[in-house]
């Protein structure tokens, strides 16, 4: 599976973002999907998953409220929509791929190239 993220940019405080995760095989209805983030200096952290069906979705304390994963596996697509933006959310973002609803980045099979999101404050 291979995987593209976008929509990363540059945005004020208490703005919004959307990323997107495009999937090249139609098999992406077979996994769960999650999104995670790395800032400088620091490991790649989880912040959001969402089960194959979109019945599940898990969300990390920090964006709990503030961001919501979905996906449309029709179009092979996953979505971050990220509103009330902070400093803190300053980070390059990841989707990734794998068998269950998992937090841990080890435990994903495969994975995009980082969107950047710089929130200004």
């Known amino acids: 599976v291979q995987l593209q993220a976008s929509g990363?940019?540059?945005?004020?405080?208490?703005?919004?973002?959307?990323l997107s995760c495009a999937a090249s095989e139609?098999?992406?209805?077979n996994y769960y999907m999650g999104w995670f983030r790395q800032a400088p200096g620091k490991g790649r952290e989880f912040v959001a998953c969402i089960a194959w069906n979109s019945v599940l979705t898990y969300y990390a304390d920090s964006v709990k409220g503030r961001f919501t994963i979905s996906r449309d596996n029709?179009?092979?697509m996953?979505?971050?929509?990220?509103n009330s933006l902070k400093s803190e959310d300053t980070a390059a973002y990841y989707c990734a791929a794998g068998r269950g609803p998992y937090t841990q980045s080890s435990q994903y099979n495969?994975?995009?190239q980082g969107t950047q999101v710089t929130v200004s404050s």
């Open 26 to 29: 139609r098999s992406l209805s």
């Open 78 to 82: 996953v979505y971050l929509q990220m």
């Open 8 to 18: 990363g940019g540059l945005v004020q405080a208490g703005g919004s973002l959307r």
């Open 74 to 76: 029709a179009k092979n």
């Open 110 to 112: 495969y994975w995009g």
